[in-house]
C-alpha cells in the first residue's frame, strides 16, 4: 500500500522524478519527467541516463560517481541539491536543479532523482549577473571607486579603491563606508550622522564630503560619498550601494571661489569710501609736512608729526591693499625707470621705519634699467615690502635694499633684493606666504593682504618672486622683472633737485587739499592760481596776462574733469603743457598715449612727491 501510494505521489509531483538502479538504468519516469525530457515512456524507460538525459561530455564524471558509490556507499551527490546540465531527447542542453537519495527499502539498489528545470531562474541569475556587472563597470566609470554595502555586516569594494584612499588595506572591508578608520577624525561625526540619516529614511540618498589622512598622515585628500538604499526588510535598508569620488581639485576650487568672493565684497566696501578716505588723508599727512618744515619745530613736535605722517601711510596701504585684491585691477603700464621709483618710494617709508633699522640701498646698478610695469602697483609692493621688513626686527636691524642687471636669452632682467636681518620665516611657513589673508602676525597686528599685493603687482609685470629665509636669520626677497623691450635710456632719478620757478595752476575741488597743496608750491617759489573746477582752471590757465607754465589736476572735478580740462588748454594754447594729475580713486590712469611731460600721483602722496613729479614733467617737456 505505501509503495503504491509513493508511486502515485511520485507521478503527480510537477518536478520530474526518475528511479534508476546501480547500472543508472531508468527504472520509472513519472509523467513530468517525459514532458521535460521529450521522450516516449516506452523509449525512456529501460535505458541509461547516459543514453539519454546526462550530455556526453558529462559521461565520464556520473560513471566516476556510481564507481565511487559501489566501492564506499558514498556518492558526491546522494542527498545534496545540486545545479547541473541535462539534455532532452533533441539534444539540447539545459540547467536543472537535481536531489539524489537512497530508496529506504532498497537501499543500495534503487535511486530516486527529482529534477526541476531551472532554466528560467538560471537567465534571470545570469541577466542578474550581467547587470550587476555592467553596474560594476558604469560605478568604476562614473567615479574614482565603489562599494556594496550590507548593513550590518561585509561590504565589498572595488578595485579602485585602493588607488584613492591611501593607507588602504584589505581589512577595512568590513567597515561600513561611513565607518572606515582613514576618516579624518574630526569629519567623523558628520559622516556617522549621514549614514544614520539615510539608515533612518531621513535622506533619500547617502551623500558626506569628508577628508582622508594620506599615508604618512601629513596632508589630506577630499572624498565624497554618494550612495543609496537598494534593498530594504519591513522598510528599513539593508544593502546600500554607492561611490568614492576624488574632489579635492574640486574643493580647493570652491575654497578659491569662496576666497575670491570674500576678496569681491571686500574691493566693493573699500571702494565705497577710498576717495574720501584718501582726500582726507591727503590732507592730513600734507599739514604734517607743512608743519615739519616750519622753523623751531621742537624734537617731541616733529616725532609726532611723523607718526602722523606714518600713520596715514599705513592707512594708504592698507585701502590700497584691499582694493587691489578686491577688484579687477585697472593697471597702468609703461616703461618706468626703475631706480628713481625704488628711490622715491623708499623715502616715503623711511618715516615709517624706527630709528633701530638700518636702511642700505645700493641701487647704482639700476641706473638707466627700464621695466613694463604699473608703477603705482609697484610702488604699493616696495612700501609693502619695506614695512614687512619693519614688522620682522621689532628689536632693529638692517633692510639692505640692492639691485643688479642680469642677462638671460628673453632679452635681461631686473633682479631687486629686499634683505632683513629679522627673525625669518618657519619653513612650513613658506609656501603660503603668497596668500592672500596669511599671516603669522598676531591678531590685529596684520592682514595678510601685503604680501599677496607684492605678488600681484610683480606678476602683473611677468616677473617673479620667490623668497629665501630661514628661523631666526632673516629673510631675502627677491624680485625678476623683465627689461622693458624698447632702448634703455638714462633714468632722470628721483628727484633732481629744486626746479626753476614757474606759473602753477591747481585745480583741487577738496576745501582742505586745495589750499594745502598751493601753499606748498608757493613755499617752493612757484606763482600759484588754485581753483575748485575744471572749467575755471581753463580760463585761469590761458589769460594774457598770466599762461600757465604747469597745471596740477585732479582727475574728478566739477564741470570738466582733469583730462578734459587739460586737453582744453592744451588746444586753446595750441601746444603741449606739461601736467601733473591727482586722484583718490585708485582705478585712475592716465592714457595709454601720455606723454612723459604727464604724470599721475595717487592720493595720499608727500609734498616731496609732489615736486618731485613736476620736476620730471618739467623736464620732459623741455627734453621734447
Keep these: 500500500m505505501q509503495h503504491e501510494l509513493s508511486g502515485s505521489i511520485a507521478r503527480a509531483l510537477p518536478d520530474a522524478v526518475l528511479s534508476i538502479d546501480r547500472a543508472s538504468v531508468i527504472l520509472f519516469a513519472n509523467d513530468a519527467a517525459v514532458r521535460l525530457f521529450g521522450y516516449a515512456r516506452e523509449s525512456f524507460v529501460g535505458r541509461t541516463l547516459s543514453d539519454t538525459i546526462i550530455p556526453p ?39 536543472i536543479e537535481l536531489t539524489v ?34 553596474m560594476r563597470q558604469f560605478l568604476d566609470a562614473a567615479a574614482d571607486g565603489w562599494w556594496d554595502c550590507r548593513v550590518g555586516g ?25 565607518e572606515l578608520p582613514l576618516i579624518h577624525a574630526e569629519d567623523r561625526a558628520r559622516v556617522a550622522d549621514a549614514w544614520a540619516a539615510h539608515l533612518e529614511g531621513v535622506t533619500g540618498r547617502y551623500e558626506c564630503t569628508h577628508r ?32 568614492f569620488t576624488d574632489v579635492t581639485e574640486l574643493q580647493s576650487a570652491e575654497e578659491r571661489l ?38 623751531g619745530v621742537t624734537t617731541p613736535i616733529l616725532e609726532s608729526l611723523e607718526s602722523i605722517q606714518l600713520a596715514t601711510t599705513k592707512a594708504k596701504m592698507l585701502s590700497t591693499n584691499m582694493l587691489s585684491l578686491g577688484k579687477p585691477a585697472v593697471e597702468d603700464f609703461r616703461s618706468v625707470a626703475v631706480r628713481p621709483l625704488i628711490e622715491e618710494t623708499l623715502l616715503i ?43 620682522a626686527m621689532p628689536q632693529g636691524g638692517t633692510l639692505r635694499v640692492d639691485g643688479t642687471v642680469l642677462d638671460d636669452e628673453a632679452g635681461g632682467r631686473v633682479r631687486v633684493q629686499f634683505e632683513d636681518t629679522g627673525t625669518g620665516i618657519a619653513p612650513e611657513v613658506l609656501p603660503r606666504i603668497f596668500d592672500p589673508f596669511f599671516t603669522t602676525k598676531p591678531k590685529g597686528v596684520g592682514t595678510g593682504l601685503g604680501l599677496a599685493v607684492v605678488a600681484r603687482a610683480v606678476h602683473a609685470a611677468r616677473g617673479s618672486v620667490r623668497v629665501e629665509s630661514e628661523r631666526g636669520h632673516g629673510a631675502r626677497f627677491i624680485l625678476d622683472l623683465p627689461l622693458a623691450r624698447r632702448a634703455v635710456r638714462p633714468a632722470m632719478g628721483a628727484a633732481t633737485g629744486a626746479s626753476r620757478p614757474c606759473r602753477v595752476v591747481v585745480a583741487e575741488d577738496h576745501p582742505l587739499l586745495r589750499p594745502l597743496f598751493a601753499d606748498a608750491l608757493r613755499a617752493m617759489g612757484h606763482d600759484v592760481r588754485e581753483t575748485g573746477d575744471g572749467a575755471e582752471a581753463v580760463q585761469l590757465s ?67 612727491q609732489l615736486q618731485s613729479a613736476i620736476d620730471r614733467v618739467m623736464l620732459a617737456a623741455a627734453a621734447r
Design 154 to 178: 561585509a561590504t565589498q569594494f572595488g578595485d579602485g579603491v585602493g588607488a584613492l584612499l591611501p593607507g588602504w588595506s584589505d581589512a577595512m572591508a568590513s567597515s561600513a563606508p561611513s
Design 542 to 608: 590761458i589769460s594774457d596776462a598770466w599762461t600757465a607754465d604747469l597745471v596740477v589736476l585732479d582727475v574728478l572735478l566739477p564741470s570738466m574733469d582733469g583730462l578734459r580740462a587739460h586737453r582744453r588748454i592744451e588746444s586753446l594754447l595750441g601746444r603741449s603743457l606739461p601736467a601733473v594729475f591727482i586722484s583718490g580713486e585708485p582705478e585712475s590712469v592716465l592714457p595709454a598715449d601720455a606723454p612723459a611731460s604727464m604724470e599721475l600721483l595717487a592720493k595720499p602722496f608727500e609734498i616731496m
Design 101 to 134: 537519495f537512497l530508496d529506504p527499502e532498497r537501499r543500495g539498489e534503487v535511486f530516486h532523482a527529482t529534477i526541476r528545470d531551472i532554466t528560467e531562474r538560471a537567465g534571470r541569475e545570469a541577466e542578474s549577473k550581467a547587470e550587476r556587472e555592467r
Design 258 to 295: 569662496r576666497s575670491a568672493q570674500r576678496l569681491e565684497m571686500l574691493g566693493l566696501l573699500a571702494g565705497g569710501f577710498a576717495h574720501d578716505l584718501n582726500n582726507l588723508l591727503a590732507a592730513i599727512r600734507g599739514q604734517a609736512a607743512l608743519a615739519a618744515s616750519e622753523p
Design 212 to 243: 582622508v589622512l594620506e599615508a604618512d598622515g601629513s596632508s589630506v585628500r577630499w572624498i565624497r560619498q554618494s550612495g543609496r538604499a537598494v534593498e530594504f526588510d519591513i522598510g528599513r535598508p539593508t544593502r546600500i550601494v554607492g561611490t
Design 57 to 95: 561530455d558529462l559521461a565520464p564524471q556520473h560513471a566516476r560517481g556510481m564507481a565511487t558509490f559501489a566501492a564506499t556507499g558514498h556518492g558526491p551527490v546522494i542527498g545534496r541539491r545540486i545545479e547541473i546540465t541535462a539534455r532532452d531527447a533533441e539534444g539540447r542542453r539545459f540547467p
Design 349 to 391: 617709508a623711511r618715516p615709517g621705519l624706527p630709528k633701530s633699522i638700518r636702511l642700505v640701498v645700493e641701487l647704482d646698478a639700476l641706473d638707466g634699467a627700464e621695466v613694463e610695469m604699473d608703477a603705482s602697483a609697484f610702488q604699493q609692493a616696495v612700501l609693502n615690502l619695506a614695512i614687512n621688513a619693519r614688522d
